[in-house]
């Protein structure tokens, strides 16, 4: 009887971690407010990317379509789709498509190790602190504020087009039909 009550203990325990740990496999799409396609999501902003280079909002300028994917090394489903996201900048980057990994300050510690890994070339830009306009446009998605991997897609004005994602999934077909294909 002690035995099975630990062993409920323990899968209890499991679960709980998982579910506070804010990293979702499978996720959802926002229906709230503040996801409606169409929102000026990022304007204005000043950034620096893993290697300290200064990077502001003409990164989106000429691209159709900007996919922000809000990520950390500790979050299995974030790193294992990266790769996919990867092949994705690259397959449809003569389309007008990127992608941009955005990395929180406090976990800056593994990501080179991790870009390594899963074989990332697309920028990654650092978070900031909560003045920063990045950050805001970020966290604007309040109910995703605290689970990645989250993602959502701006245009070139930085207006957000289609709902914001939670959770890793097949990108493909929602880049093939925002890039009207």
Known sequence: MRKRSLLILGIVICMVS???SGCVK???QSGSKNNEAGKQVI???AAEDLDGN???ESILSGKKVTMINLWAPWCGPCVEEMPDL???HEKFADKGFQVIGVISNDDLKDADKTLEKTGVKYTVLK???SSSELYKAVYNHAEFSNAIPFSFFVDENGKQLGPAYLGARNWEPIISE????
């Open 178 to 181: 925002l890039l009207g294909e």
């Open 86 to 88: 990867q092949e994705m």
């Open 26 to 28: 499978d996720g959802s």
């Open 127 to 129: 978070l900031g602190d």
């Open 18 to 20: 998982a579910l506070l």
């Open 43 to 45: 304007g204005k902003f």
């Open 54 to 56: 200064a990077v502001d």
